[in-house]
Every structure is written in C-alpha cells, then in structure tokens.
C-alpha cells in the first residue's frame, strides 16, 4: 500500500521541526515540505498556515486540513476550502506562551513599570507606592483555551480577574460573564482590558469608538489576538487623547505593521510584531498524530472547527 | 489599668492605614505614631522601619520590636537595639507583589522584550520567534518565603528553574541547590538569574567579579533585595562588556540611586526605585496582632527574627 502523506505549508513555523516530530508520532507517514510535494495523490492530510490560493486544489485526495496555529479566522474565509474536516492545533505550549505574554503586559501595567521607565529616562528616582494585587481589575475578553488559561493564571497572581466570552464559561478564581451586555460592564469596571477573542464576523470591529469610550479613562488595553477585533482608528483616536493611557498590542489591521503607522510613533504603545504565541512542534506534534490517526480509521479529528461559526 | 501601646515609625508606610488595621484586630490597643508618643512608659511594642538612632531607648518598657517589612538587615545592624524580642514581618500581600515583580521582570527577558522594545524605537517589525518556556533556564538565589514563592510561580508559568539557598530547601516544580559548589553551578548553568537572598555578612557582597564571570555570556540578572549583595563595581563592568547583557535592579548600594550613577545612562538596564514588594497594612496586621496578642501573654512573637544570623 502507498504511504500516506501530510503536506506542510507555513512562512513562519519550522518544516525540520514538524518532520522531526511528526516522525516520531507517525513513522509511517511520509511528510512533504512544499514546494516537494511528491505525489499529489499521496497527499491526504494537510498541516498549513495561510497557504497560497488554490492551494488545496492540487490534493484530490484530501481528507483533513489541520491548521498551523489557534486563530482559524484566515481559513476559514477562505472560498478555496476542500469539502473535510478542519482541525486547529491546540498545544500547552502555545498555552503556556500566551499566558506569559498576558502575565508580563499585565503586570507591566499593574506594577506602574511604563511611569518608572520613563522616570528613568529622566534620570530621575521616582517612587511609587505599589498598589495590593487584589486592587487592580482585569478584564479578560475572550475565554478560549488561551483566554482561559491566561485569566486564570492572572488571578492566581491575586489580581482581581473578570472573564467575559459569548457563551457562560466557570473558571476557578475568575468571574465569568457572558452577552453583550455584560461586554459594555466589563469594559466599563476594569482598569487593564485583555482581548484573546477569536476573530469571527462578531467580534470584527467589536472594541470600536463606543467601546473604547465606555471603558475607564486611563485604561489599559492589551490586544493578544487579531487586529482586526479592535477599530484601529478608534484606538489611536482614544490614545491619542489619553482615554486609554496604555496599550500593548501585538497583532495588526495590516502585518508586518507600515513603516508610517501612527503606532510606531506613540511612546505609550508597546508594540510586538504578532508573536505572543507560537505553536511549538514537539507538543503539538501529538494531537496532530492523534488526528491523523483518527481519520485513518474513519473517525474525526480533534479540535475539529465549525467553519461557519468560525472556531 | 493603663492601655498598653504601639510606636510606629516609618518614613514609607502609612501610619493611618496601620493604625485603622492594627484598630481592627486589637481594638484595646494604643496606636501612637511618631513623634506624638504620648506617654512612653505605655508603649510595650515598636512597629518601626529605619527609626533614627537611639530611638528605643525612650520606651523603657518596650517588650517587642517589629520590623516594617522583611528584610531586617539594618535592624540588627544596629547597636541600640533593646534586648527584647524581634519579629519580622511576612504578609501574603507583600508574597504576592514580590512574587508579580519578579514574573515580570523574569518574562520581559524570557518573552525578549527589550529587544523589541529596542526595534520599536527604530520604528522595525522584529519578529524574534519565541522559544518555549520550558527552554529557558532561570536561577533564584534565596529560598525564603518571598524566594521560595517566586521560584514555584516561575515554574509554574513552565519555565525551567533552580532554586538556591545556604540549606536545603524542598519547593514543588523547582530543582532546589545548597551550599556554596552549588552557588557556582547555578550561577553558570542559568540564563536568567533572579538574587531575593537576605542581606547578611555571608551575603553581603556574595556576587563580585568572581561570581559574575561565572555566569552565562549573555546572562540577565534581577535584583530584588538589597544592593549590598551584589558588587555595584563588578556588576557596572561586566554590564558594560556585555558579559552581563540585561539587569533589573530594584535595590541599590546607596538610595536614592544618585544622579550621577553610571546606571542611570544604561541601556540595558532597568531601574525600578525599591518597591519590588512592600508590607500591605491590611494583611500584615493580623499577623503583629497575633505577635502583640502572644506578648502580652508571655509568650514568643510569630517570625521571630535571630538577631545573630541576621534573618
């Protein structure tokens, strides 16, 4: 019988990595690199991220589209997606790296840390008085497994965590709320706001004008998740007057962030070039076996995407 | 009978926030914040951070000193300390700040924030892919209730960390090291090193150019303790050839860093002005209470400091 084969397509993610680690999952399995494709019809699984137009065409015998990475929003706009089950990846890497991002940018903020560089800057020796942990309010926007993780682990610090999520989530420590309404409380009560919602034709443009005027003045606002989420323009009206005195942003309308941005030029944005987390192969190499096991016996795959509900 | 009293003296806390939290927990007690002393012979126990020299002698009947935070080093420096017991304090609250002070600073190097921050200011998308957390190796040096809480947080975020203390310690999640080899091979082994040792004669001036040049090209240093620990000389020269690439420093040799201090015109070097953790007035003062409750019935205070040791 002909090996099955799983193409890799990914301008980020490592090809010698995922080989190495899906070698040791599957040995059976015959990994090809684009452009080595090999041949097409052998190609059964397909492990990519944002792969060109057409892509998937060349692959008639397609049977499971695993997307590199949690966000799916780029795939499943896409009009060129073979009729199969989709699969994200979920990893405790990428988890434990989204958490870290979240506790630094938010710590940053809860320990006064941009007042004290600045201070710095002036060489001058500026004491602030730490406030207790359990007095500063964190908004969590988004309760996925990553927003879940990261609420969590915030309140564990002793901060005061709300979570907010479509749907009613129950996390340990964290209040939880749901529905649009209990949105504009959330926004309004907490002092630092930290968006990891998916992005779906909901939450496009969700924190616009109106949001971010609801929210306290001087908050700060940490954006982990798609750009697109937050009305950029509306941002940089609201830090420009000082409505939101802060913001740690790491993802973009457009990617790599322009030269001539607005953002590149305000001292009270810390900007990360879209990498507060990253899938790590040698973990996530295991629930991408265990898919492709799955499907060789006829089974669905894990972490399976409704492609219309966008995640 | 005459109220038995409480002196406090600090240039930092807040004798209000004290008095109305001490007011709580022993309503028959006596608050007096310096200088309205009121009558001397009444005051039985001292609440007192740094109190000018000489100052126990007007409290003959003094049976407790406490000092207003964790590190006593320059309470039993002193040589007009009354021959009555010592206890120093430990708060949740201030576990908590400490514990946030050090994940931040730790992840800002572990997620190569000032890199980006460094980009930024040239206006450059530098994407760095992030490395998993697990590969990250970070030492903290002194395992007390504040070292030991930060070394589990640390661990618990997945990063890779060892712990080091005079004696054995047993910390879950933390490779935990004694005696002075060891010392050694933490300092070598580890890329991130976070000092949070007491201030004592065996640590004071630990880390000199020896110890220094024993540790990774490329090392980031943290230190939240005290700045005698740590070769101020040593520490400039290594930071200045790089051997040292990073260092957060909270504590300093001589406070308020002066103005002309070669760490002020670092680069690679974040200055933040001694307020890694502070005693928060409404936790710590149930455990003095207890301390007070316990001396008026004879008995020992909670925390007793040994002033020999010097912790």
Chains 1, 2 share one sequence.
Not at 43 to 54: C, F, N, Q
Not at 61 to 77: E, H, T, W
Not at 79 to 102: K, N
Not at 149 to 174: E, F, P, Y
Request: charged share 20%.
């Amino acid at each position: 019988m002909m090996r099955d084969a799983v193409i890799f397509y990914s301008q980020f993610d490592d090809p010698v990595a995922w080989r190495r680690a899906l070698q040791v999952e599957v040995p059976d399995l015959a990994f090809r690199a684009h452009p080595d494709i090999g041949d097409p019809q052998a190609v059964r699984y397909a492990l990519t991220w944002k792969p060109p137009a057409g892509f998937f065409a060349a692959f008639p015998n397609l049977a499971l589209v695993v997307n590199l990475g949690a966000g799916v929003d780029s795939l499943v706009a896409r009009d060129d997606l073979p009729d199969v089950p989709i699969s994200r990846l979920q990893d405790d890497g990428m988890v434990s790296l989204m958490t870290s991002y979240v506790l630094f940018s938010v710590l940053r903020y809860a320990r006064d840390i941009p007042a004290l560089e600045r201070a710095q800057r002036r060489g001058e020796w500026h004491y602030i008085h730490p406030r207790p942990l359990s007095a500063i309010k964190v908004g969590v926007l988004g309760l996925g497994e990553l927003g879940a993780a990261a609420a969590a682990a915030l309140a564990h610090t002793g901060l005061d965590v709300t979570g907010w999520a479509r749907t009613q989530k129950v996390i340990a420590g964290v209040r939880c709320m749901a529905g649009p309404d209990a949105l504009d409380e959330v926004l309004g009560e907490n002092e630092i706001v930290v968006i990891l919602l998916p992005l779906t034709p909901e939450t496009h443009g969700l924190i616009g004008a109106r949001e971010l005027a609801l929210t306290r003045p001087g908050a700060k606002l940490i954006n982990a998740a798609r750009g697109a989420v937050i009305d950029e323009a509306a941002l940089i009206a609201a830090l420009g007057a000082g409505h939101i005195a802060e913001a740690t942003l790491d993802a973009f309308n457009v990617e790599p962030l322009p030269p001539a941005h607005p953002f590149w030029g305000m001292e009270n944005v810390l900007i990360t070039p879209h990498l507060a987390s990253i899938t790590v192969p040698e973990q996530a190499a295991r629930d991408v076996a265990k898919s492709i096991r799955r499907v060789r016996l006829g089974q669905a795959p894990l972490h399976a995407v409704d492609a219309r509900r966008g995640y």
